[in-house]
C-alpha cells in the first residue's frame, strides 16, 4: 500500500458523503486506496477517507511527540530518513493512573496509523535513570501492555547515561576522588575538585549480570535491556554526535552535549556527584541536540542547576540555542538563568503530570521561558511571542453524566444484575471530604483527551500543534526557524 505525507500545515480528511472526518497535520501519513481525479481515497489516522491530491507528497518530515505520560518524559522521534528513536518512557502503565505508558502511544502510532505490525526502533534513549523516565520501557521491551495486549518490538540500539541503581550503598556506584583539568569556558561555579561515580554501566552485559544487586523496579527493566536491543552502551558528551546522525552523515544531526564524562588529571573518566544523589541522577540526563537546516531542538532531560554549570562550563553558550526545547525537569525552578537565556527558545514544551507532589510547572520556569525565549515570525509574516506549550495543559477530559447504573450483586447461587436509575445511586471516591453524592448530580468523565505537543518540521518551519479540548481538531501554530526572524 503506497505511503505519502502531508504536504499542508493542515488537511481535512472528508467522509464519503463529503463532511469533515478528522484534521491531518503536515506530515502525517496517509495510505493511498484509489485516486478519482483530484481526490485519493487514503487510510490516515485509522480512518477512511477522501483528500485532495494536491495535499500529499513524498516528502518526509522531522517530527518529534511529546508523549503525555503524566509526571514522566517520552519523546518519540522520526528523523526524515524514516527512522525511530524513542527518548525517555514515562512510568511503567501499572503504575499510571490511565494504566497507559508511552507504549500504547507507539502501539497506535505503528499499528494504526503507520499500519506495521511490528514496532521498530532504531534508538532507544534513556536520559537517565529516574523510574519517570525508564519505567515505561518495561512495558515496551517485555512485549506487553496493561491490558494484556501483545507487542512486537525491534530495537537497534540502547544508549543511557551509564549511572545505575543499586539496592545498597553507594547506590548510584563506586566514587573516585579526583581533579579535572582546566574547564574549556570557565568553572560556572564549579570545582575542579571533585568526586566522581566510576561504576557506571555500559554494555548488554553490564545490565544483564551486573556487578551489584539492583534496585528491584530498576531490576526488572535492567533484565529487559541486557536481552532485548541488539547493541547497548553508554553514551557522553564525549561521543559528540549519535552514532549515524553526526554532522554530514544524514540530513540531521544529533549532537550529545551531555552528559559530561570528565576525565580526571590521573587518566580516569567519571560522572561528577553534583550534590545527593537525586540531584547527581537527574543533572547527568543525556542532552540533544537535533539540527536540521536551519531548525535546532534541544532535548535536556531533567537538569538542573548545577548540571547547567558544568554543561556551560564544558559547552560554549551557542551551542544550547534551540529553536523549540524540551524543558528540563518538567518545569523544576531548580535552573540556572544564564542556561535559560542560552537556550533562547522560541518554544518551549514543558512534559509534567497533575497528580504529584511538585506542583510542576513552577512559575518561576514558565516566566522565565518567556522572558528568555525570543520571537518568531508566523509564515504569515507576524511576530508571535515565545510560546510555552505543556502536556499537563494541553490534556483534559471529556464529561457526562450517568443515564443509568448497573450493579452486580454476588451471592451464593451466582451473580445477578440490576439496573438503578442514577437518582437512586450515590458514589464517594476514597479521598472525598463530601461523602457520598447523588450520581445524578455527579460529573464522570467518560474519556481522557491525552495533552501530546506535535512538533513537525521540514527544516525552515516550525508546527506546533495540540488537540483542541472539544472535537477532533488542532490548535496550530507555523513559525520560520533560525536566528532572522
Known amino acids: 500500500m503506497p505511503i505519502k505525507f502531508i504536504n499542508n500545515h493542515t488537511a481535512s480528511l472528508k467522509d464519503e458523503n463529503g463532511r469533515h472526518a478528522a484534521t491531518l497535520l503536515w506530515g502525517d501519513p496517509v495510505h493511498i486506496q484509489e485516486s478519482t481525479g483530484d ?16 495535499e500529499i507528497s513524498d516528502k518526509s518530515l522531522l517530527e518529534i511527540y511529546v508523549i503525555d505520560v503524566g509526571q514522566g518524559d517520552g519523546v518519540l522521534m522520526k528523523t526524515p530518513d524514516g527512522n525511530w528513536h524513542l527518548i525517555d518512557a514515562g512510568v511503567a502503565s501499572r503504575d499510571q493512573m490511565t494504566r497507559k505508558s508511552s507504549a500504547n502511544f507507539l502501539r497506535w502510532k505503528f499499528h494504526n496509523d503507520l499500519r506495521q505490525q511490528k514496532i521498530i526502533l532504531k534508538n532507544i534513549i534513556v536520559t537517565h535513570h529516574d523510574y519517570d523516565h525508564y519505567g515505561g520501557l518495561i512495558d515496551l521491551l517485555s512485549g506487553r501492555l496493561y491490558d494484556g495486549t501483545i507487542l512486537s518490538v525491534e530495537v537497534e540500539n540502547f544508549f543511557h547515561s551509564g549511572i545505575g541503581r543499586f539496592k545498597s550503598k553507594p547506590k548510584l556506584g563506586a566514587t573516585i576522588k579526583g581533579e579535572v583539568s582546566p574547564f574549556p569556558n570557565g568553572d560556572k561555579g564549579i570545582r575542579r575538585k571533585g568526586t566522581f561515580i566510576s561504576e557506571l554501566f555500559d554494555g548488554k552485559e553490564s545490565f544483564r549480570n551486573p556487578s551489584r544487586k539492583l534496585e528491584e523496579r530498576f531490576a526488572e527493566y535492567a533484565a529487559l535491556v541486557g536481552h532485548v536491543p541488539k547493541n547497548v552502551r553508554l553514551i557522553s558528551h564525549r561521543d559528540n554526535y549519535l552514532p549515524g546522525y553526526a554532522h554530514g552523515e544524514s540530513d540531521v544531526s544529533i549532537k550529545v552535549l551531555g552528559p559530561v564524562l570528565e576525565k580526571f588529571m590521573e587518566g580516569s573518566f567519571g560522572l561528577r556527584i553534583l550534590e545527593n544523589e537525586s540531584v547527581t541522577l537527574n543533572g ?130 451466582g451473580i445477578t444484575e440490576k439496573i438503578l436509575k442514577p437518582e437512586d445511586a450515590d458514589v464517594k471516591t476514597p479521598k472525598s471530604w463530601y461523602g457520598y453524592r447523588h450520581l445524578e448530580n455527579l460529573p464522570i468523565s467518560t474519556d481522557l483527551v491525552y495533552g501530546l505537543i506535535n512538533v513537525r518540521t521540514d527544516g525552515e518551519n516550525i508546527l506546533c500543534a495540540t488537540m483542541e479540548e472539544k472535537g477532533n481538531d488542532f490548535d496550530v501554530k507555523v513559525f520560520k526557524a533560525g536566528t532572522d526572524v
Open 284 to 413: 547527568h540526563s543525556i542532552v540533544l541536540r537535533i539540527d536540521y537546516g536551519n531548525v535546532r531542538i534541544l532535548l535536556t532531560g531533567d537538569l538542573n542547576e548545577l548540571s547547567q554549570k558544568l554543561l556551560l562550563s564544558y559547552h560554549a553558550t551557542g551551542e544550547f540555542e534551540a529553536d523549540v526545547v524540551k524543558g528540563c525537569h518538567h518545569g523544576s525552578e531548580d535552573i540556572d538563568m544564564s542556561f535559560i537565556k542560552a537556550i533562547n527558545a522560541k518554544a518551549t514544551i514543558i512534559s509534567s503530570g497533575d497528580n504529584e507532589d511538585y506542583s510542576h510547572p513552577r512559575p518561576l520556569v514558565l516566566g522565565a521561558s518567556a522572558r528568555y525565549g525570543r520571537e518568531a515570525k508566523g509564515i504569515e509574516g507576524k511576530l508571535m511571542p515565545p510560546l510555552i506549550y505543556s502536556t499537563e495543559l494541553a490534556r483534559s477530559v471529556k464529561l457526562g453524566y450517568a443515564e443509568s447504573v448497573r450493579v452486580r450483586l454476588k451471592d451464593a447461587e
Open 39 to 54: 481526490l485519493v481515497k487514503v487510510i490516515a489516522r485509522n480512518r477512511i477517507g477522501w483528500i485532495k491530491a494536491t
